[in-house]
Structures are given as structure tokens and as C-alpha cells.
């Protein structure tokens, strides 16, 4: 028999991802928090009145978080000689299961 060790990241107690790696599920899980505090100040705006919109939102700039610091000068752009990797949505990294995203979980109460 084999053991295998999970990392899940779990929110208001609903888990959200397991990850194969420590690493990998903290780094998620600030992610999450970030987008939490961006929902809040999303939340002071009367640009986006709808819930799931604000939501949606936060999220993508959470994930997003290093292009907007970017955007916003606070960060400088990577140089030449740095890799960049391009973000692929379409594909998740084989260590990682997803439970129930933020974007299953609008279009499936939709």
C-alpha cells in the first residue's frame, strides 16, 4: 500500500485545491488571501455592484498579481536576460487536483 500526502487549501470550510507540495499550497493559499482583500476594496466601489462580478474579479488580479504590479510602476518589468513563462490557464500543473474553483462555482449557480 502507498501513501500519499496531500496539501489541501481549504476556505470557510470548503476545500478548494490539494496540492502534491507544501510550497505549492501556501503559495495558493496567498493567493486566495490576496483576493480577499481586493474583494474588499472592490467592495467599496460602486463600479461593480454585482457580487460574482467582484468576485471574478479579485480573483483574476490575484492571479495576476505581479502583470498589475507592473501596470502600476510599483514593479519593474523583467529584463531581457530573465525567462519568462507565459500563464497557462487551459493547463494545470499534474500535481495539482482542482476541488471546486471560483469559476466552476459561478457558472454552476448560474
Avoid at 486566495?32 to 483574476?60: G, K, N, V, Y
Wanted: charged share 30%; glycine share 4%; proline share 5%.
Amino acid at each position: 500500500m502507498a501513501v500519499v500526502v496531500k496539501y489541501v487549501v481549504e476556505r470557510n470550510g470548503v476545500e478548494k485545491m490539494t496540492f502534491a507540495g507544501k510550497a505549492e499550497a501556501d503559495a495558493y493559499d496567498k493567493m486566495l488571501d490576496m483576493s480577499e482583500e481586493i474583494l474588499q476594496l472592490l467592495a467599496t466601489s460602486q463600479l461593480c455592484p454585482d457580487d460574482q462580478q467582484q468576485e471574478a474579479l479579485a480573483f483574476f488580479l490575484a492571479q495576476h498579481k505581479d502583470e498589475l504590479l507592473q501596470a502600476l510602476g510599483a514593479k519593474s518589468k523583467p529584463t531581457k536576460k530573465e525567462k519568462v513563462e507565459a500563464p497557462n490557464d487551459a493547463a494545470a500543473p499534474d500535481n495539482v487536483q482542482a476541488i471546486g474553483s471560483p469559476e466552476k462555482t459561478r457558472t454552476q449557480a448560474a
